[in-house]
């Protein structure tokens, strides 16, 4: 049995973590938030120490070293963007290795920086890329493998979540916490993509606005025009009419990839192969945090060329 902390237990995704730690029979001694709505933690460690004061949960995981010679293994990391390679440090300074939510830092040179922090700690930085353990998306990615190297893929990517008017207000809201709808909507996508398709050789950007953001990625076996949003104005008629507040599409090549289900139990899925020795670290979350960068700092050019057709809603 592992022994693990957490930091970000109120956040939305901090459930999932609960979860893979309890699913694969390891132990949360402590956990971290500012906000303290965090009852979810009955449901899995009633009995974890709890911390809404960083402070306080730091002297606590080291008086459990120095008291009572109890180490922590692993520190889940489900807090903002923008902390988490600072929260990453303190995890390997602590004795532990990290496992941290997408997107992994807001940077790519934060994860230049993490890499001498692994050096200098002997410790490892893991970070959730969930989709990359989805059946759909493995079986896609052995088609493309079989595939003359030289296809190049059609694809349209639309992933439409809807949020409320509390999203802006909140650090999801502020670009230099974030990183823009791109970044904390898009990231695993973009991971996605260049796990399947291969390197990026041009990314183009049509919108990026603080409710969608659009664009036209290549690499080297696809050409993909994406659409993000948070406006529920961009679900289509039919899935408005369901009550529902979330859409997502991929098709390649006109036919549509079906990986609507499946995703309960992905977070488990990926604490399992950290915990038996694989699972994602640093080099393998870099292209998408290049990508997700080069959109945040590229001038958006409007719905000119390659664009993805809800533009023109």
Same mark, same amino acid.
């Given at each position: 049995?592992?022994?693990?902390? %957490?930091?970000?237990?109120?956040?939305? /995704? &901090?459930? *999932?973590?609960?979860? !893979?730690?309890? @699913?694969? #029979?390891?132990?949360?001694?402590?956990?971290?938030?500012?906000?303290?709505?965090?009852?979810?933690?009955?449901?899995?460690?009633?009995?974890?120490?709890?911390?809404?004061?960083?402070?306080?949960?730091?002297?606590?995981?080291?008086?459990?070293?120095?008291?009572?010679?109890?180490?922590?293994?692993?520190?889940?990391?489900?807090?903002?963007?923008?902390?988490?390679?600072?929260?990453?440090?303190?995890?390997?300074?602590?004795?532990?290795?990290?496992?941290?939510?997408?997107?992994?830092?807001?940077?790519?040179?934060?994860?230049?920086?993490?890499?001498?922090?692994?050096?200098?700690?002997?410790?490892?930085?893991?970070?959730?890329?969930? %989709?990359?353990?989805?059946?759909?998306? /493995? &079986?896609? *990615?052995?088609?493309? !493998?079989?595939? @003359?190297? #030289?296809?190049?893929?059609?694809?349209?990517?639309?992933?439409?979540?809807?949020?409320?008017?509390?999203?802006?207000?909140?650090?999801?809201?502020?670009?230099?916490?974030?990183?823009?709808?791109?970044?904390?909507?898009?990231?695993?996508?973009?991971?996605?993509?260049?796990?399947?398709?291969?390197?990026?050789?041009?990314?183009?950007?049509?919108?990026?606005?603080?409710?969608?953001?659009?664009?036209?990625?290549?690499?080297?076996?696809?050409?993909?025009?994406?659409?993000?949003?948070?406006?529920?104005?961009?679900?289509?008629?039919?899935?408005?009419?369901?009550?529902?507040?979330?859409?997502?599409?991929?098709?390649?090549?006109?036919?549509?990839?079906?990986?609507?289900?499946?995703?309960?139990?992905?977070?488990?899925?990926?604490?399992? @192969?950290?915990?038996?020795?694989?699972?994602?670290?640093?080099?393998?979350?870099?292209?998408?945090?290049?990508?997700?960068?080069?959109?945040?700092?590229?001038?958006?050019?409007?719905?000119?060329?390659?664009?993805?057709?809800?533009?023109?809603?």
């Amino acid at each position: 049995m592992k022994n693990f902390a %957490l930091i970000g237990a109120a956040g939305y /995704i &901090a459930p *999932r973590h609960m979860k !893979a730690i309890k @699913d694969t #029979n390891n132990n949360l001694l402590a956990a971290y938030d500012k906000g303290d709505s965090v009852g979810i933690i009955d449901s899995h460690f009633p009995n974890a120490d709890f911390f809404v004061e960083f402070e306080r949960f730091d002297r606590h995981i080291e008086k459990l070293k120095y008291e009572k010679n109890t180490f922590l293994d692993y520190v889940s990391i489900c807090s903002p963007n923008y902390l988490h390679d600072a929260h990453i440090r303190f995890a390997l300074r602590s004795g532990a290795d990290a496992i941290c939510e997408k997107p992994l830092v807001l940077n790519p040179w934060n994860i230049d920086k993490l890499k001498k922090v692994e050096e200098n700690t002997g410790k490892k930085v893991y970070n959730i890329l969930q %989709l990359r353990v989805h059946p759909s998306i /493995i &079986a896609l *990615r052995e088609k493309v !493998a079989k595939a @003359d190297k #030289n296809t190049k893929f059609d694809v349209d990517l639309t992933y439409l979540t809807s949020r409320g008017h509390w999203y802006q207000t909140s650090w999801k809201g502020d670009v230099s916490k974030s990183g823009g709808i791109a970044t904390n909507i898009g990231v695993h996508f973009y991971d996605m993509l260049s796990w399947i398709f291969g390197n990026v050789q041009e990314n183009v950007v049509h919108v990026h606005e603080k409710d969608r953001a659009a664009g036209y990625l290549e690499f080297e076996n696809a050409r993909v025009r994406w659409f993000l949003s948070i406006n529920s104005e961009y679900l289509p008629k039919e899935v408005k009419e369901k009550g529902q507040t979330t859409f997502r599409s991929i098709t390649i090549n006109g036919e549509e990839l079906e990986f609507s289900g499946g995703f309960t139990d992905l977070h488990t899925m990926v604490y399992k @192969d950290i915990l038996n020795g694989k699972g994602y670290g640093l080099e393998a979350a870099r292209t998408a945090i290049e990508i997700v960068h080069d959109i945040r700092n590229t001038q958006p050019i409007g719905p000119k060329g390659e664009y993805h057709k809800f533009l023109d809603n």
